[in-house]
């Protein structure tokens, strides 16, 4: 992300690349640092081999994201001694949080570690760093303290594109068995409603036109809103759908329970709340529901999906879906594949169970071997490929609005998100990022679709 200097500084300014892995709420997490290192003189590059600071913002989710991680540093290790340069190298983030000063054990190389929780110390961790020459391990959970740091005002204008990210709602308390939110990120924080709404109208006046509101459980996103009436996440949507200028709402990711009352009616009501929901159910199996500590069963997930549809019924699903958990037999792998079938799905991720230290889940017996996760896996996919195809290519002929994003690989087309998250190329003639046109789909691809505007 593009972090620019303050003011002209008379020496040459410190450079940072960040490299961010994981879920959306990482990308906003690097922006964030990028943010707060540029208050400190800092300026962003994408060169590697330019850096002064390496930050990489890492993901814990899965086995191989870590792995990812520690092979990542063996190449900074090289490439720190072959260049001789004095290259401050920082891990952020949930293996951070995780893995603490076994990272350092691991890496001796690292000289910061810092969680999702404590990166608006960074200054003053890199003061410490440079005081003491020893690595700096920081990883409390003070959520509610980074946020009000963040939510000072900045001195600065913020520049995103078209399409921006802001959490709202950090950390878990649902404690599913297989998984370490929980532990990562800390218990579940709300930040307030009249910040949000403040972050929001700063985006829009910086050319922001769409805004994806994030939570690890953002639909339990609540807090006191404005004449002191308490807010669930459809009021919160409903707010920010009055900021004059902002087109466009969404919000990820959401847990069955938490779908109110009041959210579903949002999706019918509100004209800006765009229609597309990535709602997890992981598996369709009620044992292995229980077993994963969801807390609800599957009938009580297609019923759900039901009464959205009955408040918009164009509205485009998507899901996770995790094979392979302990204990899934074929019948709960069939019972999976059953609810798939008829909920039916735009858009979906899935993976093989990957167990988790300090999780429930993993000290289970029974495992299911990796040949079995691996063909499960293959199934489900296969199926969900084509309900994602058969949805695209039900788009054909439609119009669709897209609001314009990125320039394409070809002269004089730009790249836009038609209303459920699918990238369309068009040749906009006179049009730019940040336009909404009209676009009636011709063709479609594996991952995107083309089409030629229409009149408004
Ligand atoms: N809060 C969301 C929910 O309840 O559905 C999910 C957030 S989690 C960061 C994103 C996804 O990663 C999960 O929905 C799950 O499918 C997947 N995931 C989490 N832990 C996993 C594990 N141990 N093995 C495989 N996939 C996992
Ligand atoms: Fe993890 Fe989501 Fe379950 Fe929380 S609700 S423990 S974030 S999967």
Known sequence: MPVTPQETPSVAPSKVFIKTYGCQMNVYDSERMGEVLNESGYVSTETLEDADLVILNTCHIREKAAEKVYSELGRLRKLKSRSGRDMKIAVAGCVAQAEGEEIVRRAPVVDLVFGPQTYHRLPDLLDRHRDTGAAVIETELPVDEKFAVLDAPSTKPVKRGVAAFVTVQEGCDKFCTFCVVPY????????PADRILAEARK??????REITLLGQNVNAWHGSGLAGHDWTLGHLLDALSDVDGLERLRYTTSHPRDMDDDLIAAHGANPKLMPYLHLP????????LKAMNRKHTAAEYIELVRRIRDARPDIAMSSDFIVGFPGETDADFAATMDLVAQVTYAQAFSFKYSPR??????TEAAQVPEDVKTQRLADLQAVLGKQQAAFNA??????????LEKPGRQKGQLI?????????YIDAGDHVIGDTVRVA???????SLTGHMVEA
Request: proline letters at 7%; charged letters at 15%; a negative charge.
């Open 184 to 191: 990562t990120r800390g218990a579940e924080f709300s930040r």
């Open 416 to 424: 836009g998100r038609s209303p459920y998250l699918q990238s369309v």
């Open 394 to 403: 039900a788009c054909t002929g439609r119009v669709l609005d897209v609001l």
């Open 281 to 288: 159910v992981q598996s369709g199996s009620d044992t292995i």
């Open 441 to 447: 789909i011709e063709s479609v691809g594996p991952n």
């Open 203 to 208: 985006l829009v006046d910086a050319g922001v």
């Open 357 to 362: 230290p300090g999780t429930p889940a993993s």
